[in-house]
């Protein structure tokens, strides 16, 4: 008979042996240690399937330190001899949506390159896709995981721009422009059942809310003080970030999204980053684009798994 339950406290200070051969993203025990630690892994958002004995079955969420609830599913195994996993799995989402009241995103982690000829993969994506459609999280978006390092060289400013600190009213002004005709699936998502004026002070909060500092926005204009975009570099708890970035819809396609990452780009170097990461949508092509100009390497591919807005 298998049970499902949350994690004890000790079962986080000491975590069980749980091998994991599937070719994605784990979460190991020293992380698990270090998440705990630092409060972004607790018991309540740790969920086990055990059959007898044995932990058959794990998923872990994932939050910031000051989350009341976990807001990402960083991991999600099944032990390859359960018959059917992705019933079980969708049988242990279901149970921890249920005590969170709500459905955290699930962020499937896979290789960068290959993932289509590879079997295994194909199969480890399989039946978490199955799983999580099955748990409501029905939305699939594919995210590039980008990666800067010194070695990649800090990028020269072309003096077409100016980069100025501003106020939350420019900010939320030039947010509500740039959202529109954005490829962003989430600024798409978010405009779907929101107006534009909301949609901006969510964004707005949002940024705020992350471990970057405000101090670092910077709103970018021509020589002759015309406004073109802006730039957010933020930070993870573990990295800088390149955060958000975008550029007025009437100025599109004229490279100033080179240097707006640009100016991000060099004012964490200059702070003594080592890394640098971002993410885009598979489908943001210009976005992509102007990373791969920038020496931003694809670490990585997510699969974001969300439910449906509203």
């Given at each position: 008979m298998?049970r499902?339950?949350?994690?004890t406290a000790?079962?986080i200070?000491a975590?069980?042996?749980?091998?994991?051969?599937?070719?994605?993203a784990?979460?190991?025990?020293?992380?698990v240690r270090?998440?705990?630690a630092a409060?972004?892994?607790?018991?309540?958002w740790?969920w086990f399937?055990?059959?007898g004995s044995?932990i058959?079955?794990?998923?872990?969420w994932w939050?910031?330190?000051?989350?009341?609830?976990p807001?990402?599913?960083?991991?999600l195994?099944?032990?390859?001899e359960v018959?059917?996993?992705a019933?079980l799995?969708?049988?242990?989402?279901?149970?921890a949506?249920?005590?969170?009241?709500?459905?955290?995103?699930y962020q499937l982690?896979?290789p960068?390159?290959?993932r289509?000829?590879d079997?295994?993969v194909v199969?480890a994506v399989?039946?978490?896709?199955d799983?999580?459609?099955a748990a409501?999280?029905?939305d699939?978006v594919?995210r590039?995981?980008?990666e800067?390092?010194?070695a990649?060289?800090v990028?020269?400013?072309?003096?077409?721009?100016?980069?100025r600190?501003?106020s939350d009213?420019?900010?939320?002004?030039v947010?509500r422009?740039v959202a529109?005709g954005?490829r962003?699936v989430a600024?798409?998502?978010?405009?779907a059942?929101?107006d534009?004026?909301?949609?901006?002070r969510?964004d707005l909060?949002?940024y705020?809310s992350?471990?970057?500092e405000r101090?670092?926005?910077?709103l970018?204009?021509?020589?002759?003080?015309?406004?073109v975009g802006?730039?957010?570099?933020?930070?993870?708890?573990?990295?800088?970030n390149?955060?958000?970035?975008?550029?007025l819809p009437e100025?599109?396609g004229?490279g100033?999204v080179?240097?707006?990452l640009?100016?991000?780009t060099?004012?964490h170097a200059?702070d003594?980053?080592?890394?640098?990461t971002a993410?885009?949508?598979?489908?943001?092509?210009?976005?992509?684009?102007?990373?791969?100009r920038?020496?931003y390497?694809v670490?990585?591919v997510r699969?974001?798994f969300?439910a449906?807005?509203?």
């Amino acid at each position: 008979m298998v049970r499902i339950r949350h994690a004890t406290a000790a079962e986080i200070q000491a975590p069980a042996d749980f091998t994991v051969t599937d070719p994605v993203a784990s979460v190991d025990a020293c992380r698990v240690r270090a998440e705990a630690a630092a409060g972004r892994i607790r018991p309540e958002w740790t969920w086990f399937a055990q059959d007898g004995s044995r932990i058959v079955a794990r998923a872990l969420w994932w939050g910031r330190e000051d989350s009341e609830r976990p807001l990402t599913l960083d991991c999600l195994h099944v032990v390859p001899e359960v018959p059917d996993r992705a019933a079980l799995a969708t049988e242990l989402l279901l149970r921890a949506h249920t005590e969170f009241d709500t459905k955290p995103e699930y962020q499937l982690i896979v290789p960068a390159g290959g993932r289509a000829e590879d079997s295994a993969v194909v199969d480890a994506v399989a039946w978490r896709h199955d799983a999580a459609r099955a748990a409501g999280l029905t939305d699939v978006v594919e995210r590039l995981r980008y990666e800067w390092t010194p070695a990649s060289g800090v990028p020269a400013p072309s003096g077409r721009l100016v980069f100025r600190p501003a106020s939350d009213g420019e900010f939320l002004a030039v947010f509500r422009q740039v959202a529109v005709g954005s490829r962003d699936v989430a600024t798409q998502r978010d405009l779907a059942v929101m107006d534009a004026d909301s949609q901006a002070r969510a964004d707005l909060r949002f940024y705020e809310s992350c471990p970057g500092e405000r101090g670092w926005w910077r709103l970018a204009e021509t020589t002759d003080g015309e406004w073109v975009g802006f730039a957010i570099p933020s930070a993870t708890p573990y990295d800088r970030n390149v955060g958000y970035l975008g550029v007025l819809p009437e100025l599109r396609g004229r490279g100033y999204v080179d240097d707006i990452l640009g100016e991000i780009t060099r004012m964490h170097a200059a702070d003594g980053a080592d890394r640098i990461t971002a993410t885009t949508d598979v489908s943001n092509t210009p976005m992509a684009a102007a990373f791969d100009r920038s020496n931003y390497r694809v670490t990585e591919v997510r699969m974001v798994f969300t439910a449906p807005a509203g």
